[in-house]
């Protein structure tokens, strides 16, 4: 019972954070149309799950998410994988810049950068 969870789908596309923009797979985000921005933590490769019976023991990190509403109010929404726990902490100096912008708060960057655990 010790493997990876069984991946329910396919690990494709790409997402880059920029200080000016993000891309999520081919789309690209300019800050400046953006209304706010909202990233969720939830996994990372190789965590330990306690109740998955036959599907694994250990994550395959995907249940993260991005969230992020441009100016006319639409809505764009994608999962991620996290190879580390600690992994975003790479992209801290573009939440900084988010923040800064308007875009996410203070206590939002320190929560999906796992500050205070």
């Given at each position: 019972?010790?493997f990876?969870?069984?991946?329910?789908?396919?690990?494709?596309?790409?997402?880059?954070?920029?200080?000016?923009k993000i891309?999520?797979?081919?789309?690209?985000?300019?800050?400046?149309?953006?209304?706010?921005?909202?990233?969720?933590?939830n996994?990372?490769?190789?965590r330990?799950?306690?109740?998955?019976?036959?599907?694994?023991?250990?994550?395959?990190?995907?249940?993260?998410?991005?969230?992020?509403?441009l100016?006319?109010?639409?809505?764009?929404?994608?999962?991620?994988?996290?190879?580390?726990p600690?992994?975003l902490?790479q992209?801290?100096?573009?939440?900084?810049?988010?923040?800064?912008?308007?875009?996410?708060?203070?206590?939002?960057?320190?929560?999906?950068l796992?500050?205070?655990f």
């Amino acid at each position: 019972m010790w493997f990876p969870e069984e991946l329910k789908g396919k690990i494709e596309g790409k997402l880059i954070f920029e200080k000016e923009k993000i891309t999520i797979d081919n789309e690209v985000f300019l800050i400046k149309d953006l209304k706010y921005i909202e990233i969720i933590q939830n996994d990372h490769k190789g965590r330990y799950i306690s109740r998955n019976a036959f599907d694994g023991m250990f994550s395959q990190g995907c249940n993260n998410i991005l969230k992020i509403r441009l100016l006319n109010n639409l809505e764009k929404k994608c999962f991620f994988q996290i190879n580390h726990p600690r992994e975003l902490l790479q992209i801290s100096n573009q939440l900084n810049f988010y923040i800064e912008n308007g875009l996410l708060t203070k206590e939002a960057r320190n929560t999906t950068l796992n500050y205070g655990f």
